[in-house]
């Protein structure tokens, strides 16, 4: 079978970030490069791939990454281990860029940051913020996973929901990191399940 230079990524239930393409499709380099990419455009990190490629033939593969780290300079390195070897690698170059707790926790702590942001929540099976009651609300109305975007007097919401895991932006009217979080979560959606 070709390999092609498509690394396909996917988001599943939960928000975590997983291969969309069994390594034999792709290559190392193509999901590494994938997953940089993403991470530029959704965290505004920019690393590139100097390297990557899973050991092992057997069931469970080891995978190791090397990144140029453009932002700060250096390098950066990770690896990871998995059935699945293309997973391996997107987990590699994660860890490799300080995402081994996975990327949706960041970029919620990336969207926190932004202009006129008043508060963010996760829902999920640990949800603990504050303003998580009136969040889980406003989750709760959705029918279905997908965005939503809502606005009050006081308030605008944006609510990014998967089938486990949900996030929801609440904003000053018109704040500033708005557009940035409505480019995020169409990016998100579209990688999910």
């Known amino acids: 079978m070709a390999t092609t230079t498509v690394a396909p990524l996917a988001l599943d239930a939960s928000g975590s970030l997983h291969a969309g393409a069994p390594i034999d499709s792709t ?25 990557a490629s899973v050991l092992g033939q057997g069931p469970r593969g080891f995978a190791m990454a090397m990144l140029r780290d453009i932002s700060a300079g250096g390098f950066l390195s990770g690896t990871a281990s998995s059935e699945d070897h293309a997973d391996a690698v997107v987990q590699a170059v994660l860890t490799a860029l300080g ?15 932004l202009g006129g942001i008043q508060a963010v929540s996760v829902i999920g099976p640990a949800t603990e913020t504050p303003t998580a009651g009136a969040h ?7 029918p ?20 486990d895991i949900a996030t929801v932006v609440q904003a000053a009217p018109d704040a500033s ?14 990688l999910g399940p």
């Open 27 to 51: 290559t190392p380099e193509a999901i590494a490069t994938a997953v940089c990419e993403l991470v530029q455009d959704l965290l505004n990190k920019e690393a590139s791939p100097v390297s």
């Open 99 to 113: 995402l081994a707790d996975g990327i949706l926790g960041a970029i919620v702590d990336h969207w926190k940051a």
């Open 136 to 142: 889980v609300r406003l989750m709760q109305t959705m």
């Open 144 to 163: 279905a996973p997908g965005r939503l975007a809502a606005a009050t007097t006081d308030a605008e919401y944006r609510v990014l929901r998967f089938p």
């Open 177 to 190: 990191g708005l557009d940035e979080i409505d480019a995020s979560m169409a990016k998100l959606e579209a």
